[in-house]
């Protein structure tokens, strides 16, 4: 059959297109994608669904070694509906080139990746820049990856990740934007725009993928791929707003998780695909599963074996199958025997062209190839000032005692001690494949460049990530007997958090923990900067170490952004976007817990009688190390009490919450304003805090602001005890402040 200029029929029909907005992929019921269809054999259909990782790297258990002559074989023969992890515009220019020029119906090809912080220009990690509360610097962030990215060929992005974990255990809490649902929706929302801005026709945007649907961040016992059991109303309440908030903000793509929930592989769950995903939210973009999940139902005991895994998935709603080969290999048999309806296919099928339409691929399929756009591109000036900026926002101060800092920049001798003090190749972090090792600014070199010519810098690993060797403490303690101040680089390498990056044990790895104890018994001040890609047990640094800044993994410019929160260039803004718990068995720790019948909020300095039965460890207070939320100034801010509009809110109406803030000094500094409500009677218990709002704003030292928060009684409503969602008549009380506990309160009624 003579092959159809594509880009002809589409230029016919392109405009029936009608300009779909961004919060839907276009939902047109597309002339030439349903013409398409009709040419098309059932192993084509079949080859549109089926989508392998390329040469370059594995993100999952190598299940072939196809050398890359052979991904030129199956494009031919139209058994690929795209690669990932391939890049470069040259490269992916080639491959689309045999797909558009030399398979029967040239349908174009999708490359893929996980540029899940940034491209070549690296930014902090997702759960870093989460601690910036800054959905701007969040958005710009991920604009620039989609800019360098799709320079180098990337149409398909798979990201953002937005994964709820409260468990520190669970590597891949570092990907996510943390605990919390509000904060987790608004990210999600941001970075989708990040990715895919006013429409995927323009050649700098890529397809977001929201991922890993669901509840892939509640493992039992933080164990990535273990099992996930809870309720539907914990479910829909805490787990499953970020996917919904990306979806809404238009994110072309989903995509399922590893686990199975509540008994059912999320691969092959119609609740999770057919009911909520489609029916309820009316998604109307691609579901692709994650690499083998669809395979992986016969491990878990969905399916007996592959064929019933394909049915099952593509039944209901997964669209296409990543690295399984289960579709290719099972569902034409399937079809043909007549155990498989052919409408389930099509279905997919058309849900991946719409995708290749709206990115305009069948237009022009070369438009993610362009060379000339990858050179001018990658790793601009621009790009590496957003980085930086960025990464400054996300650093945490965990203390400061005695305003040791900021240190001042001609301070005379400076010992900058530990494993990851001048260490390029962990800046980048997990998820980083696209960055390389040489780039990153190293915490040694963003002080050395930071601080005044008369400075001394002195530099000692001190120990490494991995081994117990106290060989190199003896040199450590010696630079540090000599400095009037140390700053220790301590924390996780790159590969021990993200994915199967699960630790049972989340105190500072290795020997670690023994050099800081040594560091510390030369009574120096010591500045601890933590590394890490989740909260650590930081209890003996907090009670030992005069300050500390929980500096996440920051990427690119980590060295650079350090410095200039050490030394005041810039005024430390984050915030904990999850709990610091003291040790890792007051785990599961979240700040929005329910409050139990016997609840315990002391200190252990009560009479014990007034303590015995209550709910509490008898070895550790129940308040955590750090609260979701927390994160200091160098500057102090007063928050004046609450003014709301009504003491009494009536359905269907709003109340404004007001709070006056000072910024006494000494420092101009930005602030992350929260509001958190309580409900303090349902129809099932509520959480003694849920936040339902927050700005982060820059005030002068000096400076009075008025901040106003609108609070509507929708945003009160809540999956009562039948599972209508709705609110319900009562009390609550509503909390303004810097963290989840340093607030403000008042109280309002809320009436039908
Ligand atoms: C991995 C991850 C997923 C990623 C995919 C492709 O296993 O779970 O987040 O996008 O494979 O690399």
Not at 77 to 97: P, S, W
Not at 325 to 346: A, H, M, Q, S, T
Not at 570 to 595: A, E, M, W
Not at 629 to 641: A, K, P, R
Request: glycine content about 8%; proline content about 5%.
């Amino acid at each position: 059959m003579k092959k159809i200029p594509l880009f002809f029929i589409s230029f016919i029909f392109y405009g029936c297109l009608t300009e779909g907005n961004r919060n839907q992929p276009q939902t047109y019921e597309n002339p030439k994608i349903e013409a398409l269809i009709r040419q098309m054999t059932l192993e084509e259909k079949v080859g549109q669904l089926n989508f392998y990782v390329g040469d370059l790297f594995n993100t999952g258990p190598t299940v072939r070694t196809t050398e890359s002559d052979k991904f030129d074989q199956l494009i031919r023969e139209g058994k690929l509906t795209g690669l990932f992890n391939v890049h470069g515009a040259a490269y992916t220019g080639r491959l689309q080139k045999i797909a558009v020029e030399e398979s029967r119906l040239g349908i174009p090809l999708l490359f893929g990746a996980d540029v899940i912080h940034g491209f070549k220009t690296v930014f902090p990690i997702p759960l870093a820049s989460a601690a910036s509360w800054d959905l701007e610097a969040i958005e710009k962030a991920e604009r620039v990856a989609a800019i360098e990215s799709t320079a180098a060929g990337i149409n398909f992005n798979f990201a953002p990740m937005v994964d709820i974990s409260r468990d520190p255990r669970w590597g891949r809490i570092a990907e996510g934007a943390g605990e919390d649902p509000f904060l987790g929706s608004e990210v999600a929302k941001a970075r989708v725009r990040g990715f895919q801005e006013q429409s995927l026709t323009d050649p700098q945007t890529m397809a977001a993928c929201v991922k890993h649907f669901a509840a892939y961040g509640a493992p039992d016992g933080g164990r990535d791929y273990n099992t996930v059991d809870m309720s539907e109303r914990l479910l829909r309440e805490m787990y499953l707003p970020p996917y919904k908030a990306g979806i809404d903000a238009g994110a072309a793509t989903i995509m399922t998780s590893f686990n199975e929930l509540n008994g059912i592989a999320a691969s092959g769950s119609q609740f999770l695909l057919r009911d909520i995903l489609r029916k309820e939210w009316g998604f109307k973009g691609m579901v692709v599963s994650d690499w083998q999940s669809v395979n992986e139902m016969v491990a878990h005991g969905n399916a007996a074996n592959n064929a019933e895994a394909a049915m099952m998935a593509l039944k209901a709603g997964v669209d296409m199958d990543m690295m399984g080969d289960v579709y290719l290999e099972e569902v034409p048999r399937l079809v043909n025997e007549g155990k498989l309806d052919i409408k389930f296919v099509d279905e997919a099928v058309r849900n991946v062209l719409k995708l290749k339409y709206d990115l305009g691929l069948f237009d022009d399929p070369y438009r993610y190839s362009d060379t000339i756009r990858e050179k001018n591109n990658i790793r601009a000036v621009e790009h590496l000032e957003a980085a930086r900026d960025v990464a400054k926002k996300s650093i945490v101060l965990l203390k400061n005692k005695e305003k040791l800092l900021p240190l001042k920049k001609s301070i005379g001798t400076i010992a900058v001690i530990g494993p990851l003090a001048d260490n390029q190749a962990d800046m980048n972090g997990t998820w980083s494949f696209f960055g390389e090792a040489q780039h990153p600014i190293t915490f040694l070199q963003g002080i050395k460049d930071a601080v005044s010519g008369q400075s001394r810098v002195l530099y000692a690993e001190g120990c490494n990530l991995y081994d117990r060797s106290k060989d190199k403490f003896a040199e450590a303690v010696n630079i540090a007997k000599k400095a009037d101040v140390v700053i220790l680089a301590v924390g996780e390498s790159a590969v021990m958090n993200g994915e199967a990056g699960s630790r049972s044990d989340i105190r500072l790895p290795g020997i670690q923990p023994e050099l800081v104890m040594e560091i510390a018994k030369t009574g120096k001040p010591v500045v601890a900067l933590v590394m890490s890609g989740r909260p650590l047990d930081l209890s003996w640094l907090d009670e030992n170490i005069p300050a500390i800044l929980e500096v996440w993994t920051l990427g690119s410019e980590a060295g650079n952004a350090a410095a200039d929160v050490l030394f005041g260039d810039y005024n430390p803004s984050g915030k904990l976007p999850v709990t610091f718990p003291r040790n890792v068995g007051q785990v599961p720790i979240y700040y929005n817990h329910k409050n139990t019948g016997r609840p315990y909020e002391g200190d252990y300095s009560e009479p014990l009688s007034e303590r015995i039965y209550r709910s509490k460890y008898r070895d550790v207070q129940n308040s955590p190390l750090y609260p979701f939320g927390y994160g200091l100034s160098y500057s102090t801010f007063e928050y004046s009490d609450i003014t709301l509009s009504a003491d009494t809110l009536n359905a269907g109406e709003s109340i404004t919450a007001s709070v006056s803030i000072t910024n006494e000094g000494p420092y101009d500094g930005e602030e992350v304003v929260q509001l958190y409500i309580r409900d303090l009677v349902g129809s099932v218990t509520r959480p003694v805090k849920e936040l339902k709002g927050f700005k982060k704003l820059m005030i002068k030292n000096g400076e009075t602001v008025k901040v106003d928060f609108t609070l509507s009684s929708d945003d009160l409503s809540f999956y009562r005890h039948d599972m209508t969602y709705g609110i319900e008549p009562g009390d609550f009380q509503i909390f303004i402040g810097s963290d989840s506990k340093n607030v403000k309160e008042q109280h309002f009624v809320l009436k039908n």
